[in-house]
Nanobody, 119 residues
């Protein structure tokens, strides 16, 4: 089954850390760029970070630069988001996205994992 499954969300205090995981199945993971997005209540979904298919290049939203790190393990077919120095404004549902690639497959989204940053 072609799918993305996120995990690792939860409740954390401001200043704390979490690592999100997104496990892929049913497709050739290593040919796709991957991204993490987030959507806070009442807000539009926004791009947090992206990583190229082989992990050579990464991009981050200005709001998370220096605090979040995206990485991937193509052997485990998993992409990660290490989140440090978390702030209440990081509270959101975090989604994993497979970036569609012509000749291979379309965009694919996971169902999300909730991150709540609160004392």
């Amino acid at each position: 089954q072609v799918q993305l499954v996120e995990s690792g969300g939860g409740l954390v205090q401001p200043g704390g850390s979490l690592r999100l995981s997104c496990s892929a199945s049913g497709f050739i993971f290593s040919v796709y760029g991957m991204s993490w997005y987030r959507q806070a209540p009442g807000q539009e979904r926004e791009l947090v970070a992206s990583i190229s298919s082989l992990g050579v290049s990464t991009n981050y939203a200005d709001s998370v630069k220096g605090r979040f790190t995206i990485s991937r393990d193509n052997n485990r077919e998993t992409v990660y988001l290490q989140m440090n120095s978390l702030k209440p404004e990081d509270t959101a549902v975090y989604y994993c996205r497979r970036i569609g690639r012509p000749g291979y497959g379309m965009d694919l989204w996971g169902k999300g994992t909730l991150v709540t940053v609160s004392s």
